[in-house]
């Protein structure tokens, strides 16, 4: 019984001192994530898939991918807020 009561202490001064490590998680990945946007602005066309062209539902026929107008990249949406913020400041 003893050891129970000595384990939970244990376990409760560690849980109150991991506060920080749950705080630097939740401010890491937002700032990897604008990190990557600002590294890497363009990603794969989601309807194309990165090929610029798709086929018709039938399968007949190729097209130029509406989405990314046949690029077969598209603006990263992080990447899109950024530009919007830098072009409302001036």
Do not use: E, Q
Not at 23 to 35: H, V
Not at 47 to 61: E, L, M, N, P
């Amino acid at each position: 019984m003893g050891y129970l009561i000595a384990y939970s202490t244990v376990a409760v001064a560690w849980a109150a001192h991991t506060w920080w490590l749950s705080a630097a998680a939740a401010l890491a990945g937002p700032a990897m994530y604008a990190g990557s946007c600002w590294w890497f602005p363009f990603a794969n066309c989601w309807c194309c898939k990165g090929a610029g062209r798709h086929r018709r539902k039938d399968g007949k026929v190729l097209r130029d991918c509406r989405i990314c107008k046949g690029t077969g990249k598209r603006l990263r949406i992080g990447r899109r807020i950024w530009n919007r913020y830098k072009k409302a400041r001036g």
